[in-house]
């Protein structure tokens, strides 16, 4: 005799396209909206949900390198690889008074540049990424940073992450979503993904965010990073997205952990 089938239970569930970033990875948190279950990590309305509490927190949020013009830009954030904007910024004070253009740093001599630019750590192939950066810029582009990530990437020492900071700040131009640290760490704590390589999580962000939102996302992540969502021991409890947070390393909480989506969105 054939075994009886169980009958699936009528009604439609939205599944997270998301792949998990590791085998083993714990199954998506859901929950039964309405006739649908819906997955709570990029429901559109609780992304909706993040980015009003962003914006209600962080409304000047901004890149914080101190630049002029997009050429010093693209300079200080090849230096604030693995390095503080802080740093960065005392270090271009005068960085750009003995540089102040393309031709200066494409030309100048490696050993005195690296000297200026010590204190932002991996000095040395910093100094090459810079110097081969203004050289190109100087010999192809007429001294001028380009407007197109696809140019931007033909740059010494420049990857996605640099392309997306200064095509945004500079220009506001989205073409993708800035990654680094802060974003990285944030992004998976909201469970707006489960990656850990940061193309892919750039992917999925531009996936569930509205293009239109990428440039000022981006920047308020990195604000609410540095702030309050800190790596050890987050302040929870100064932070407008808590309620719908439900990410394991909470300090606090404040509603079960079902309540995943506010009061009025259910």
């Avoid at 998990?20 to 990590?41: F, H, N, Q, Y």
């Avoid at 992004?187 to 509205?210: H, N, V, W």
Wanted: aromatic content about 6%.
């Amino acid at each position: 005799m054939k075994a009886n089938k169980k009958k699936k239970k009528p009604g439609s569930r939205i599944k997270d396209k998301r792949t998990p970033a590791t085998k083993g990875a714990s199954p998506l948190k859901t929950r039964k909206i309405g006739k649908k279950e819906c997955v709570l990590g990029v429901d559109a309305r609780r992304v909706k949900a993040i980015l009003s509490g962003l914006d209600a927190a962080y409304p000047e949020a901004t890149c914080e390198l101190i630049h002029q013009n997009p050429f010093q830009l693209l300079i200080s954030t090849i230096l604030s690889a693995q390095c503080t904007d802080v740093r960065v910024n005392q270090v271009t004070q005068s960085l750009y008074k003995k540089y102040p253009k393309p031709e200066a740093f494409a030309y100048a001599t490696p050993g005195d540049l690296e000297q200026k630019i010590r204190p932002t750590g991996f000095f040395r192939n910093k100094t090459k990424s810079v110097m081969g950066a203004s050289r190109e810029l100087v010999e192809k582009f007429g001294g001028e940073v380009p407007r197109t990530m696809e140019e931007l990437l033909t740059l010494p020492g420049v990857a996605r992450k640099t392309a997306n900071v200064v095509l945004g700040t500079a220009y506001g131009i989205a073409k993708g979503v800035v990654v680094d640290t802060h974003v990285m760490r944030l992004s998976q704590r909201l469970d707006l993904t489960r990656q850990t390589d940061p193309g892919k999580i750039e992917t999925e962000l531009m996936e569930a965010i509205p293009q239109d939102k990428w440039i000022q996302f981006s920047h308020q992540l990195i604000w609410h990073g540095r702030r309050v969502c800190v790596a050890r021991k987050p302040r929870c409890i100064d932070c407008k997205l808590e309620k719908i947070c439900y990410s394991a390393d909470k300090t606090i909480s404040s509603h079960p952990d079902s309540a995943c989506l506010p009061q009025g969105y259910l």
